[in-house]
């Protein structure tokens, strides 16, 4: 970039996810709804590794889709719009 040229505030902004264990516990309870289908006799029965697992899945689930909508909501309602500042140049081709 050529010195001198500088934009003075950012075009767009952007805004990112707060961190979560949400997708983790997911998986978790995913992998140990299905265990619980082939887990049978293993110290309890199969269904109660099935519904733990169910359990723990929708909880993670749910949290991950609250977090999604107060993300969502928690984003400013207007922005002003406005094209990038990018400079006209010429293209040239490089020298050499």
């Known amino acids: ?19 979560s ?4 516990y997911l998986a978790f309870g995913v992998a140990l709804a299905v265990c619980g289908i ?6 309890v029965r199969g269904w109660v590794y099935a519904i733990i697992g169910a359990a723990v899945a929708l909880a993670a ?10 993300d969502f909501y928690r984003l400013p ?6 094209g990038a500042v ?3 140049r010429a293209l040239k081709p490089p020298k050499g």
């Open 1 to 19: 970039m050529v010195q001198g040229e500088r934009i003075d505030r950012p075009t767009e902004l952007v805004y990112s996810p707060r961190p």
């Open 21 to 24: 264990w949400a997708p983790a």
């Open 38 to 43: 082939f887990a049978e006799g293993f110290m």
């Open 61 to 70: 689930l749910a949290s991950m889709i609250g977090g999604a909508r107060r």
């Open 77 to 82: 309602r207007r922005q002003r719009v406005r």
């Open 86 to 88: 990018l400079p006209v």
